[in-house]
């Protein structure tokens, strides 16, 4: 996660933060979350299966970071939430949800791109196709009892789908100070967005991007510079 590279940079750690990650799949980042001290990690994954085994996975953790920051800082229980729900940026649509034969984690409301040079062949679509109803973050939150203003940071992994998310949540995107995102330079996904036009969207509602983008698909950390925090 960039965003923890981020904070240690400046001799901080996530203490206190409350995180909302989109595209949480199986919360493979629960262990660094909790090593970091964030107080509260919201999980929102749209694949009702991968859901279960979220939920699961998560039931199974004690919250309590491991390693020799969390021991010296003494950081309290990570509390995590799960909604299950796809992101983007109109509420009760109906949309297709591809699923991927690599356990779900590449599958999106794209589908995958024909590329001439496709060095993640092996990872295509199993031909199952969900029908979920897209929920916006602006909406969504505020309803599972998460005020938009408690949230510090955003993480976005959603194959592709990036921008639709952040439209559907321009209200929260007032009140968070980082945002981690998926981006990319390889139209990998037939509709998915680039890094460019991500860039530029992103600048104008005042974030500006903090790291350097040295791969064709690769996470980046935006900082909100209407926020001081």
């Known amino acids: 996660m960039y965003l923890v590279r981020y904070y240690a940079k400046r001799l901080q750690t996530l203490r206190g933060r409350t995180i909302v990650h989109v595209g949480a799949h199986k919360g493979q980042e629960a262990a660094l979350y909790e090593r970091w001290g964030a107080a509260r990690v919201i ?4 694949d009702p299966d991968t859901a279960r085994s979220l939920r699961a996975n998560l039931a199974a953790r004690s919250g309590q970071g491991e390693g020799w920051l969390a021991r010296l800082l003494r950081f309290p229980p990570t509390h995590h939430q799960v909604i299950e729900a796809l ?3 109109e509420d009760g649509k109906p949309t297709d949800f591809f699923v991927f034969c ?3 984690q590449s599958s999106s409301i794209f589908r995958k791109a024909q590329l001439e040079e496709d060095r993640h062949a092996n990872v295509k679509e199993t031909g199952q196709v969900r029908q979920l109803a897209m929920r916006r973050l602006d909406t969504l939150l505020p309803e599972s009892g998460i005020p938009l203003n408690s949230v510090d940071i955003l ?5 592709g789908a990036e921008l ?3 439209k559907g949540a321009s209200a929260l995107l007032g009140h968070i100070h980082l945002l981690e995102a998926e981006v990319s330079l390889l139209r990998w996904y037939e509709g998915g967005v680039l890094l460019p036009e991500l860039d530029a969207w992103l ?5 500006h991007r903090r790291t350097w983008v040295r791969r064709r698909m690769m996470n980046a950390v935006y ?7």
């Open 102 to 104: 690599n356990d779900g």
């Open 43 to 46: 999980w929102v994954e749209a």
């Open 164 to 166: 639709l998310c952040l």
């Open 203 to 207: 600048r104008e509602k005042g974030f």
């Open 155 to 159: 993480a976005l992994d959603v194959q």
């Open 87 to 89: 992101i983007g940026d």
């Open 223 to 229: 900082r909100n510079g209407r926020r001081s925090r």
